[in-house]
């Protein structure tokens, strides 16, 4: 199985930047694609971000296009995403999540696609 450890949250102002790293274990982490989630306190898990194992493709919530990026490094075993002109409503919890399949984008954009979860790390945006 594969075990996930997200840091990098904390508090900012809006219009700040944070980085967040997915640590995954194992030694196939190259072949997992890789998203990031979030939940906001009273409401639902979103999906934020996804890329796909070779790095070659990634997509975006309309909600963060623009301002976020994921990326990763295969070597280090880990997916970031970067986060720019944060906002108070991007304050959550963000998740990182990996398949070891790999569909459509649009079945990549739902939570029930992914195996495998972090325990998640808060970031919280202040006005």
């Known amino acids: 199985q594969v075990q996930l450890m997200e840091s990098g949250g904390g508090l900012v102002q809006t219009g700040g930047s944070l980085r967040l790293s997915c640590a995954a274990s194992g030694r196939t982490f190259s072949t997992y694609g890789m998203g990031w989630f979030r939940r906001a306190p009273g409401k639902e898990r979103e999906f934020v971000a996804v890329i796909r194992w070779n790095g070659l493709t990634t997509y975006y919530a309309d909600s963060v296009k623009g301002r976020f990026t994921i990326f990763r490094d295969n070597a280090k075993s880990t997916v970031y995403l970067q986060m720019n002109s944060l906002k108070p409503e991007d304050t959550a919890a963000y998740y990182c999540?990996?398949?070891?399949?790999?569909?459509?984008?649009?079945?990549?954009?739902?939570?029930?696609?992914?195996?495998?979860w972090g325990q998640g790390t808060q970031v919280t945006v202040s006005s």
């Open positions: 999540a990996a398949t070891v399949k790999w569909g459509n984008i649009a079945t990549m954009t739902v939570d029930g696609s992914y195996s495998y």
